[in-house]
Structure formats: C-alpha cells, structure tokens
C-alpha cells in the first residue's frame, strides 16, 4: 500500500520535492482581508503585502475538516498517509490533523517541533524513508525518533518584525537597528529561540557558520537552505561567506523562499538552514 506525506502549507520543502506532497493551507489575514495560503496568496505575494501593511499579519491553523477531505482521498485510492505539521507550540495545526485523523486508520501524525525548512528537512526525509519501503508504523517512529537530530538556524536582517509581534521592546529594537545589530534564531522544543547577535551582516554570517559547525552537518539527510522576502540576494552571500561548509559534500543546495509563520517574525531579508546534526 502506497504511503503518501502530507505537510501543512508551512513547511517550506525545496522546489524539486514541491509537487511530491500533499499540501493542507492554513489561512493568511493582513487586517481584514483572508487568504489561503499558497493558493490565493502565494510567498512573494505574503512578502509584498508585509513589508506594505502597518500591522503583522495574523495566521489561523487549518481546521480538522480541512484534512479530513484529505484523508477521505486517500481512504477511496486505498493509500496510508503520515502528517507533518508545524510545530504544536506555534500553531494549533498538529491538534486539527490529530482530530480529523482519529476516524482514519489509515493515517498517522507526526508534529515536526520545527518551522518551515526545519519541518520541511523532516518531510523530504519522509518521502524518502516511504519510497525505500518502510511501514506506516515504522516510519511514524522513526520520524519521531529524527525530528529530535534536526537543526534549524536563521539570520534576521532586522529587528522590526520581531518588536511588532512583541519579542522584543521598541527601545530594544531601536537600539538594534541604530547599532545595526542582525539576530540569529533557532528552535528549541518547538519553539523559536534567539541564539545569539552579531553587528552587521558579515558577522552574523559568521554567527550563523559557525553554530553550523558546532552542530556538524549529515551530509547523508537532507538539507535546505532559505530567504525570507522577495529577493534571494542576501541568501545567494551567504552561500558564498559559508561555501567551505559545502563543497565536496553537497553536490546541489537546494534553496526556497520561506513561508508566512517565518516571514511574520523574521521580515524581509532573512536567511536560514535546516540538517540533520551528525551523530
């Protein structure tokens, strides 16, 4: 019996991989206007929108009847599904596809504890373990097993959207963007962490390489690399700044645009990786 993954629409997976999943949206609103999100508002379009509108746009988790039309689908093809959601402490998303799955035999759920391409490293690798012929049990607990080896690390470009969403005071983002202060971010137990600032883009750079380092990459898993906002410039200076990191050990990076719960907290002009640590 055929396995199928299912991610929700925030688990940011590389281009190559995007048409392999089965994608459940969650809903995008900027003021009073609703989007579903990557279908009537897809990521360049949530950018522009969030460096034009004077308030942070809000997320809603997407409803167990949501999945449940899914999954219905897939009970009549006589498929088994494994859910990837984003992280449980972030959004109430895992909670849904747990309800909707409770009438579905078929399906199980894996909450990632990780956002975007740190959810998205754990579903490539899903689809990977599914194709290689690993059972539904099986492959739900060694899912849960890996999500614990998943390393996601992003450079912020500015402070901006993390004062708007109450992280941090206006006078300590003030303070940062006078001293041109770039926080790097990570996750811990499912939750966004602030790991550490650097002045200026060359040393959060550096920042960033070398909590990769101290981490130590699997080569073997996979790997992804991200920008938040409409233009990849920045990523594209990373990637040269951290080259010694991937030469002679990935013979292609694979590299999207991150999605709208990223987005909110980090603005335009973020950077992010997402591995496995190497045992």
Known sequence: MAIRIITDSTVDVGNQYSDRFIVVPLT???GETEFIDGVTLDKTEFYQKLEESPVLPRTSQATP?????????????????????????LSGTYQSARIAAEDFPNVRVVDSRNVSIGSGVLAEYALQCAEQGMQLDELTE????KRNDICLLARLETLEYLQKGGRISKTAAFAGGMLNIKPVISTKDGELVM??????SKKANNLLIESIQKNGVDFSRPI????????????QNYISDSRTIWE???????????????????GPGGVAVAFFRKK
């Open 248 to 266: 002679g050990n990935v013979d292609h990076l694979e590299q999207t645009q991150l999605c709208s719960v990223i987005g909110t907290h980090a």
């Open 224 to 235: 992804l690399l991200g920008y938040t906002g409409v233009s990849d410039e920045l990523l």
């Open 28 to 30: 995008v609103t900027f």
């Open 142 to 145: 060694h899912l849960i097993q």
């Open 195 to 200: 790991l550490g600032k650097a002045r200026g």
């Open 65 to 89: 009847d949501s999945f449940v039309k899914v999954f219905r689908d897939l009970e009549a093809r006589g498929e088994e599904a494994v859910v990837i959601t984003v992280t449980s402490k």
